[in-house]
């Protein structure tokens, strides 16, 4: 009778760990489909002048569905996919920069975020916006997530 309490138990914990590592991957990709990201952006191209200056912002295709690309510094650049975390799977989920130009809006679930740094200032969303890996070299910005 030990025998199949032990193996009970390990089944048990076996399929907790499973779920565990399931939710967490989830959480990860924010609900946002997952797009290979490889672009290069040369600074000094006119068509991203706005980024030339730091707290500048542009939309660049790519992602799920474009990709928000916002200068934090001289050296620093931040990348989020434009696919609102939620309901990311409606049509309207997208987000837009609003006249403040630091907020990123959805104007499909009224969801607000900083384009800063990513986190939610307004629910029904809960999870940040999904960041791209970015590095720059000075005139080459790189935005990748591989």
Not at 62 to 75: E, F, P
Request: glycine share 6%.
């Amino acid at each position: 009778m030990k025998k199949k309490t032990v193996y009970t138990s390990a089944l048990i914990v076996s399929l907790l760990v499973m779920c565990l590592f399931y939710a967490c991957k989830k959480d990860q990709d924010n609900g946002v489909p997952a797009v290979g990201v490889d672009i290069y952006i040369y600074t000094s191209n006119p068509s991203f002048i706005d980024l030339n200056a730091v707290g500048g912002w542009t939309y660049i295709n790519g992602g799920a569905r474009g990709i928000l690309v916002y200068r934090k510094s001289i050296s620093e650049f931040m990348a989020y996919d434009r696919n609102c975390t939620y309901n990311s799977s409606a049509a309207c989920s997208t987000v837009y920069v609003d006249n403040t130009n630091i907020i990123a809006v959805d104007t499909c679930c009224n969801s607000k975020f900083s384009i800063v740094d990513g986190t939610v200032l307004q629910a029904p969303a809960a999870v940040p916006l999904k960041a791209y890996n970015t590095t720059f070299d000075g005139s080459v910005l790189h935005i990748y997530n591989y």
